[in-house]
């Protein structure tokens, strides 16, 4: 038996601020209600030069790119396999599942997401931690109507651009792909 | 002994006995064939434990059985002979009976009658010299009635009550040795008060959250490289006495960490290798008692056959096994039964009297193969064609046009049976039909092949989730892969003169036989092919027939590991059988040994493709580059540093090298710079590619030799190849 070096735990001060500030922001969050307006919270992140973003309840979990086993002979948008609580994920480059972008740093981050394949998570490289936005689902609602494609271009106030990404359709897409 | 007690006793009570009577049935299949002193003591021992164990539990009529059985067999002890087959078929159909009621006894179902066994065991007293029975009441009489069998409301016996007994009775001409002690017995009593039953799914349960403490056993690895890496900034700031405090709190911090990092990896490897033991069992306990099966279907048909299991230790989720029995129990008593000849056809048709009945377990990845295969006769199409129109099963034109793998799906119908009549053997038609049922039930599948005179091979194939097998971990370049054992003949170092090269094909010669040699990193695209240097480790493996030389730069070991399939993204490459979890919670592809074996005919497909190697040491960058080049037409290798890119830049040629700037252990200038020293490399093109744009690293680049700058943010489709491509017609231009 080990012996265990014990150490005093002290509280966090700064971790409970942390903590009330996330609750006050919870707290301001708009209730859904009939008069305020619908929205899509979505999970932004950068892809090279652009913004995309993932609907937020697919989201499960970001985790660091590391401990990813790189598979040989794989589909080249297939970095690796990884280990996520007790399942093995496939880690898949979505700027490569994009088409090929262009990365402004290397992901250091990967996404776990639930793509709606009967509970069966992936994950995707990410150059950053995304961040929470509300999308006025009217705008979503807009560009599905102009786009059936897996991701759709949604103007933002302010004209700023957001590609909404599809992730099944993208899957499927790719396993098309790789079929044909 | 109260009912209540005798019930929370007696089904642990039941499983200890079905291990013993197992354990009793295969030596008394030996003991047959052969005299065997140390399985006659372990047979001696058995019966002795069925006995005081039974009795303790107020089971008094099957410890009297039990005391009978050893009347019959304990006379024999010291003997040099073999078992008289009499006195085994009675043992044998005793111990059925035997554990048949006890296991009525707990389920409080109807009890089968102990009164038959009884009388066929005092038969044979004359036969092995024993004397004639007490008639006291303590020893079951022969002529009691099932009702009588039901365990007696008796109060608790003694705590020893089989020492009261008499030892047995010496034998005629030899002096039998004493009873074993009752204190024999109490190991097993032991262990038994020590057993639970629990849920299947509470095991399951547990088994995820074991995984899950893994990942957090990772995080506080994770967390403790954090503290590494603050406690160095604050070095670096140099205000050392200044932090002196909190340096000395986070380094206690940190120590506090590592001891329960590794505290935690041990109570995950022990939790493992605890629940392992619980929820998988070695296949060779279900097919051990086939060896019964066999011998008493031989009996019954006057056939010679014996059972060879190839891959018994191949351990499997107790649920499987539990669910094989039965599918395999059939298939063997088929396979002697319709299958195999009797001895006097088999010799008359040149083969060996006794038939040969071949049980091969393998299991690759989270798919689990076993074959039953026969060297009888084979399925007698033409009788099963008359059957199916006979019987209506299918019309007689469609019967006719059947080929014979039709055919032969006919015998998995219900009710189905070329046998005119029903014998103790076979006969009733449900057989097979139970084989495909159960193994479908497993969402698994048969197949049958047969050749008319030669045999019959039945393949089911079935998922197998939970589980482990001997894996050997090797390493190619920078990638662990694992390699069934179960596939591995040797290894050797390659020597020179054992190494023989054409333009076509590397071989090895290995024991006087021309092995095809192929180099496992380059068989999964890692590399180039190449000869292996003098002393680099060798594998001989064999599958599906054929035997490989495999070369890989170091073999690091076997380990013992739960192969898990691979998610579905990736699980169609035909090169893996799935993941193994290895001890810090990297994963380990499988690769199948049949896929190496067949790549022979692979090799070289790709050999006139333009090369491209691809440094970084992003995973993802590595992935991106790749997607690029492939779709450009290239082939590309990858290397994660400056090192492993020379190293390979030494055994084969490129066409290209992509190199990152921003690598930590060689940086993209410095490998450019140690390419264009070496003359056999230096004229290679190199484009280098940074995350960062700027003219500074512009300019270094140029200066350290490199024919292209890239920045990531411009690898966009197409911009990358084009570079690429016009940097290696630039090169071809100027050479």
């Not at chain 1, 080990?2 to 966090?12: D, M, N, Q």
């Not at chain 2, 393949?459 to 694992?482: I, K, N, W």
């Amino acid at each position: 038996m080990k012996i265990t070096a014990r150490t005093r735990e002290t509280s966090s001060e700064q971790a409970r601020v942390l903590l009330e500030r996330r609750a006050e922001r919870l707290r301001e969050k708009p209730r859904d209600g009939a008069d305020e307006e619908a929205v899509l919270w979505a999970a932004e992140f950068p892809v090279g030069e652009d913004s995309y973003a993932l609907p937020l309840d697919a989201l499960r979990a970001a985790v660091p790119l590391r401990m990813v086993t790189s598979v040989p002979l794989s589909p080249p948008h297939v970095i690796g396999i990884l280990r996520f609580q007790g399942q093995i994920l496939t880690a898949m480059s979505l700027s490569s599942l994009l088409g090929g972008r262009g990365w402004r740093e290397d992901p250091a981050v990967l996404l776990v997401v639930d793509p709606g394949l009967g509970g069966r998570l992936v994950a995707l490289d990410c150059e950053r931690i995304p961040k929470p936005v509300s999308i006025p689902l009217a705008l979503v609602e807009q560009a599905r109507s102009r786009s059936s494609e897996a991701v759709i271009e949604v103007t933002l106030p302010g004209l700023k651009q957001l590609n909404l990404i599809d992730l099944k359709r993208l899957l499927d897409r790719r396993v098309q792909e790789t079929r044909g | 002994m109260t009912d209540d007690f005798l019930a929370q006793l007696l089904p642990g009570f039941v499983d200890e006995s079905a291990e013993i009577v197992e354990r009793l049935t295969q030596h008394l299949i030996e003991l047959e064939k052969a005299h065997d002193k140390t399985r006659f003591d372990d047979l001696a021992r058995g019966l002795h434990t069925l006995k005081g164990s039974s009795a303790t539990l107020g089971l008094e009529e099957l410890s009297d059985l039990a005391h009978k059985m050893e009347d019959v067999v304990l006379p024999l002890r010291g003997r040099d002979i073999a078992l008289p087959g009499a006195v085994a078929d009675a043992v044998l159909a005793t111990l059925d009976v035997w554990l048949a009621n006890l296991r009525a006894t707990n389920n409080k179902t109807e009890l089968p009658a102990l009164a038959p066994s009884v009388q066929l065991l005092e038969s044979l007293r004359a036969l092995v010299g024993a004397p004639p029975p007490k008639k006291n009441g303590s020893h079951m009489g022969a002529a009691q009635t099932p009702a009588q069998a039901a365990p007696a409301p008796a109060p608790a016996p003694a705590a020893h009550p089989v020492a009261k007994e008499a030892p047995p009775p010496p034998v005629a001409a030899t002096p039998a040795a004493p009873a074993p002690e009752a204190e024999e017995a109490e190991p097993a009593q032991a262990e038994e008060a020590g057993s639970w039953r629990v849920r299947t799914r509470d095991v399951v349960a547990l088994l995820h959250e074991v995984e899950r403490l893994r990942e957090v056993r990772l995080r506080v690895d994770e967390r403790r490289r954090e503290l590494d890496r603050t406690l160095a900034a604050l070095t670096r700031l140099g205000m050392l006495a200044q932090t002196a405090e909190v340096r000395g709190q986070l380094a206690g911090v940190q120590r506090a960490l590592a001891s329960d990092g590794e505290e935690a990896a041990d109570i995950v490897a022990s939790m493992e290798e605890g629940l392992k033991a619980i929820t998988t069992l070695p296949m060779r306990t279900i097919l051990e008692p086939l060896r019964r099966t066999v011998r008493d279907v031989c009996k019954t048909t006057g056939k010679l056959a014996r059972l060879s299991v190839v891959g018994g230790e191949v351990s499997l989720d107790r649920r499987i096994l539990e669910s094989l029995r039965g599918p395999l129990v059939h298939l063997v008593r088929n396979a002697v039964d319709h299958g195999i000849e009797s001895p006097e056809v088999r010799e008359g048709r040149g083969k060996h009297r006794e038939g040969a009945l071949v049980i091969r377990v393998e299991q690759q990845g989270n798919m689990l193969f076993i074959e039953v295969s026969d060297d009888g006769g084979g399925l007698d199409n033409a009788r099963i064609k008359q059957v199916a129109i006979e019987r209506n099963i299918v019309p007689t034109a469609e019967a006719e046009a059947m080929l014979p793998a039709q055919l032969h799906q006919l015998i998995f119908r219900n009710g189905f049976s070329t046998r005119g009549t029903v014998t103790e053997v076979s006969g009733r038609g449900v057989g097979m039909d139970v084989v495909r049922n159960e193994v479908q039930a497993l969402q698994g599948h048969v197949e049958v092949q047969s050749t008319p005179g030669q045999g019959s091979r039945f393949l089911l194939s079935l998922p197998a989730d939970l589980g482990s097998s001997p894996v050997l971990v090797v390493r190619c370049g920078e990638h662990q892969l694992g390699l069934p054992m179960s596939a591995i003949e040797t290894s050797l170092l390659a020597r020179f003169d054992e190494v023989k090269t054409s333009r076509e094909r590397i071989q090895l010669v290995h024991r006087e036989e021309l092995l095809p040699l192929a180099d496992l990193g380059a068989l999964v695209g890692l590399r180039q092919a190449e000869q292996p240097q003098e002393g680099q480790p060798l594998l001989v493996l064999q599958s599906q027939g054929k035997r490989v030389a495999l070369a890989v730069d170091e073999v690091i070991g076997d380990l013992e590991l739960a192969i898990r399939p691979l998610p579905p993204e990736v699980r169609e490459l035909p090169a893996y059988q799935g993941a193994a979890t290895l001890a810090r919670g990297e994963l380990l592809l499988i690769v199948r040994p049949d896929w190496i074996a067949g790549l022979e005919r692979k090799a070289s497909a790709i050999a006139s493709s333009r090369r491209a190697l691809v440094v970084d040491d992003s995973l993802t960058a590595r992935a991106l580059h790749r997607t690029a080049l492939e779709a450009g037409g290239y082939v590309v290798h990858t290397a994660s540093n400056g090192r492993q890119a020379l190293e390979q830049l030494r055994h084969a040629s490129y066409d290209v090298l992509v190199v990152d700037i921003g690598m930590e252990e060689m940086d993209g200038f410095e490998l450019t710079r140690a390419i264009r020293k070496k003359p056999e490399i230096a004229q290679v093109p190199v484009v280098l590619v940074s995350a960062h744009d700027s003219a500074a690293d512009r300019q270094r680049g140029s200066e350290a030799g490199a024919d292209a700058f890239l920045s990531k943010k411009e690898c966009v489709s197409g911009r990358l190849v084009a570079e690429v491509s016009a940097v290696v017609a630039r090169k071809q231009g100027a050479a």
